[in-house]
């Protein structure tokens, strides 16, 4: 199966700044890459898939890049609303693995 | 707008079977893949399998022996028996929409819609 690992574990951010996440797969996986935001109590929400393409609703304030094996979601000017649990997830192949999460914390 | 409802006991015994439902609504049922996905108290996500509305199925290889997967359509609900559960096994349990295919091919797509969830402990 494809490995996801995301880094760092934990960023901590200053409301307004710029929040930059990694994820990296063990093996190419094109642009079959997602993006969810995790809140607590909540489920998943898809943020970006294909890699850069935000999913409907989500703010541009969210961007991802990259392909084949290394991935950044952006956020810039945080709000307080994305204090959360960020996943990145390849849908290449089978099984569906996602990484182990970012959570980006409030400085 | 497509909403995921899933349903089931919230406490199952050590050994016994783990059963949930999944309803759909505003939408149908057709042409998805149905992912049930889990996550452990405090740890990250883990994808279990789907089933398509014409039945078939794909498992994850470390819960294959245990699990099934089943769809009934008339109901827009797709079904999850695990069996044979742990203390492993408690999570949050939650139902998801994926890849779609039309008549000709499949087009791969991540979990768009999720339901809320439901948390399930494997205790005595």
């Known amino acids: 199966e494809i490995v996801m690992t995301q880094s760092p574990a934990t960023l901590s951010v200053s409301p307004g700044e710029r929040a930059i996440l990694s994820c990296r797969a063990s093996?190419?996986?094109?642009?079959?890459l997602a993006w969810y935001q995790q809140r607590p109590g909540q489920a998943p929400r898809l943020l970006i898939y294909?890699?850069?393409t935000r999913a409907t609703g989500v703010p541009a304030r969210f961007s991802g890049s990259g392909s084949g094996t290394e991935f950044t979601l952006i956020i810039n000017s945080l709000q307080s609303e994305d204090f959360a649990v960020y996943y990145c997830?390849?849908?290449?192949?089978?099984?569906?693995?996602f990484g182990q999460g970012t959570k980006v914390e409030m400085k | 707008q497509v909403q995921l409802q899933e349903s089931g006991p919230g406490l199952v015994k050590p050994s016994e079977t783990l059963s949930l439902t999944c309803t759909v609504s505003?939408?149908?049922?057709?042409?998805?893949?149905w992912n049930w996905i889990r996550q452990s108290p405090g740890k990250g996500l883990e994808w279990i399998g789907y089933i398509y509305f014409s039945g078939s199925t794909t498992y994850n290889p470390s819960l294959k022996s245990r699990l099934s997967l089943s769809v009934d359509t008339s109901k827009n609900q797709v079904s999850l028996n695990l069996n044979s559960v742990t203390a492993a096994d408690t999570a949050v349990y939650f139902c998801?929409?994926?890849?779609?295919?039309?008549?000709?091919?499949?087009?791969?797509?991540?979990?768009?819609?999720w339901g809320q969830g439901v948390l399930v402990t494997v205790s005595s």
């Open positions: 505003g939408g149908s049922i057709s042409h998805y893949y």
């Open positions: 998801a929409r994926g890849t779609y295919c039309s008549s000709v091919s499949c087009y791969q797509f991540p979990f768009e819609y």
């Open positions: 294909g890699a850069s």
């Open positions: 997830q390849q849908y290449v192949n089978w099984p569906r693995t």
């Open positions: 093996q190419s996986v094109r642009s079959f």
